[in-house]
């Protein structure tokens, strides 16, 4: 099983960033993919994450109405739209997939290797 990020980069503040997980090796039917992040010196956090038979969507309070999770089922692929970033957002971004339903733990089975983003204020 493979999870390969890509999409991260810098943007200023109030800018957009998409990132892109493409999951190989791996057939969902229940289960979940989604996204936590990690900032210098503070703990790995939840962000979003989704139901992969259903789409049904689950975000952490600090990004909601800004960030938006969708799937491509078609292409084994979520996305991660992120609009108003913040300088806060700024973090190591990691696509996670597990073969049950979404948790806001990180009792994930599988992890890629982590995209940046870096936001400018």
């Known amino acids: 099983v493979q999870l390969v990020e890509s999409g991260g980069g810098l943007a200023q503040a109030g800018g957009s960033l998409r990132l892109s997980c493409a999951a190989s090796?791996?057939?969902?039917?229940?289960?979940?993919m989604g996204w936590f992040r990690q900032a210098p010196g503070k703990e790995r956090e939840f962000v979003a994450a989704l139901t992969w038979s259903s789409g049904n969507t689950y975000y952490a309070d600090f990004v909601k109405g800004r960030f938006t999770i969708s799937r491509d089922n078609a292409k084994n692929t979520v996305c991660l739209q992120m609009n108003s970033l913040k300088f806060e957002d700024t973090a190591v971004y990691y696509c996670?997939?597990?073969?049950?339903?979404?948790?806001?733990?990180?009792?994930?089975?599988?992890w890629g290797q982590g995209t940046q983003v870096t936001v400018s204020s």
């Open positions: 996670v997939a597990r073969l049950y339903r979404p948790t806001i733990t990180d009792e994930y089975d599988y």
């Open positions: 090796g791996l057939t969902f039917s229940n289960g979940a």
